[in-house]
């Protein structure tokens, strides 16, 4: 089994999607995914829980691909709220869903192994290539950030990619010292910062485990779909989703996921009918 973690708002059901028919269209074992969410309203009014809904569909369509397959909604709105509330990084560059991963070692019955994506991701292979990565004595696996690692440190990561190994990292406070630091400290980068200030033992991968430069590589496994800088017919910076299918294609030249995102538009445009029905 493949544990799997997600975090974020109403607003990720896309990134989601996706993401997860790339994963089960291409990986044999079983997906068990956590959604991390919270109703963060106070702060924005789009900040709102992913919906019932929408985790039910997803569940719907990854068991298509495999029964024993689920998604699992976990609201840790209250959890926040103790650890972060107001805090100096709750608005930090990206959304303070991003800080949600900084809180499961608090979150009963998380796996003592899991694998943690950004939401702007994509499968390129079987993800048990990464998962079964031995990180017995680590207390997480990741890629080196592609500019961070110029401009901060060599070693410095990149953290949309973050394979967990649970029982170290609460041995050694990895979540209790990054979870200080959001506190205490405003941070250029705020949840990937601390915890790279926070690691005590790392394992850096290859970047096919975290693709922040090329698209259409064969022995891709997760490609991230962050911001980049494209330098022809002259520099610029684009920062666009895997669903952003028509920009995908035409401005990033990409094309290595056209039948996950075929899938894709049909399936959104089935949760729209039901969602109307619905209502």
Same mark, same amino acid.
Request: net charge positive; charged share 30%.
């Given at each position: ?19 997860l ?33 929408q985790v ?25 709220e103790?650890?972060? @509330? ?5 608005? %930090?560059?990206?959304?303070?869903? *991003?800080?949600?991963? $900084? #809180?499961?070692? +608090? ?5 003592d ?11 390129g ?61 405003? @941070? ?5 910062? %601390?915890?790279?200030?926070?690691? *005590?033992?790392?394992? $850096? #991968?290859?970047? +096919? ?59 959104k ?11």
């Open positions: 089994m493949i544990n799997l973690l997600l975090c974020g708002n109403k607003k990720v059901f896309d990134g989601a999607l996706t993401e028919i790339s994963i089960t269209n291409r990986t044999q074992e079983t997906i068990n995914c956590y959604v991390l969410t919270m109703d963060l309203s106070r702060l924005k009014p789009e900040y709102i829980c992913i919906t019932d809904e039910d569909f997803l569940n719907k369509v990854v068991q298509t691909k495999k029964p024993e397959n689920k998604v699992t909604k976990i609201d840790v709105t209250n959890l926040y103790e650890e972060f @509330m107001k805090c100096k990084n709750e608005s %930090a560059y990206c959304t303070p869903y *991003t800080l949600l991963r $900084l #809180l499961i070692d +608090k979150i009963p019955n998380i796996p192994k899991i694998l943690y994506l950004d939401i702007d991701m994509m499968a292979n079987d993800i048990a290539q990464l998962y079964n990565i031995d990180i017995e004595k680590y207390e997480y696996a990741a890629v080196r950030e592609k500019y961070g690692r110029w401009f901060i440190r060599p070693d410095y990561i990149n953290a949309g990619m973050l394979l967990f190994n649970m029982k170290i990292s609460k041995e050694t406070k990895l979540f209790e010292k990054a979870r200080d630091l959001i506190r205490r400290k405003k @941070m250029l980068f705020a949840d990937q910062d %601390a915890i790279f200030r926070s690691t *005590t033992k790392k394992k $850096l #991968l290859p970047g +096919k485990f975290n693709e922040q430069s090329r698209f259409n590589k064969k022995d891709t496994v997760i490609c991230h779909f962050c911001k980049r800088l494209l330098w022809l017919p002259y520099p610029r910076v684009r920062n666009y989703k895997q669903w952003n299918v028509e920009e995908v294609h035409k401005e990033l030249k990409c094309h290595a996921f056209d039948t996950d995102l075929e899938e894709y538009l049909k399936l445009k089935e949760f729209e009918s039901y969602i109307r029905e619905e209502v």
